[in-house]
């Protein structure tokens, strides 16, 4: 079993940035890649980012490139997720997960059915 858990969350204006986190505890060193959704009202969850824990290979949604970035501390087993020049339509509750199945190296898990794991989530709030 894997437990994450996200914090970091929280209220901002237009413009500004945020730092997520979060913690993985249990079997992590099993884990191939480490990811971050988000749901907002009425939405469905939809992939932010991701990074491959072999070589720290990153993949990104299109809306959030240039603004995000994924990045993680292995001896902290955490995984972060740096949110710049935000926007109202970032508003969302944040989940990270993790994939603990193997694939093909040219395969980029994107989908909510492609993790194993997720966290509770955490609210990402951007006020215009």
């Known amino acids: 079993q894997v437990q994450l858990v996200e914090s970091g969350g929280g209220l901002v204006q237009a413009g500004e940035s945020l730092r997520l986190s979060c913690a993985a505890s249990?079997?992590?060193?099993?884990?191939?890649?480490m990811g971050w959704f988000r749901q907002a009202p009425g939405k469905e969850r939809e992939f932010v980012a991701t990074?491959?824990?072999?070589?720290?290979?990153?993949y990104y949604t299109e809306s959030v490139k240039g603004r995000f970035t994924i990045s993680r501390d292995d001896a902290r087993n955490t995984v972060y997720l740096q949110m710049n020049s935000l926007n109202a339509e970032d508003t969302a509750v944040y989940y990270c997960?993790?994939?603990?199945?193997?694939?093909?190296?040219?395969?980029?898990?994107?989908?909510?059915?492609?993790?194993?794991?997720w966290g509770q989530g955490t609210q990402v709030t951007v006020s215009s």
């Open positions: 990074i491959r824990r072999a070589d720290s290979i990153t």
């Open positions: 997960a993790t994939r603990h199945r193997t694939s093909a190296a040219w395969y980029i898990p994107r989908r909510r059915d492609d993790y194993d794991y």
């Open positions: 249990g079997r992590t060193f099993s884990s191939y890649f």
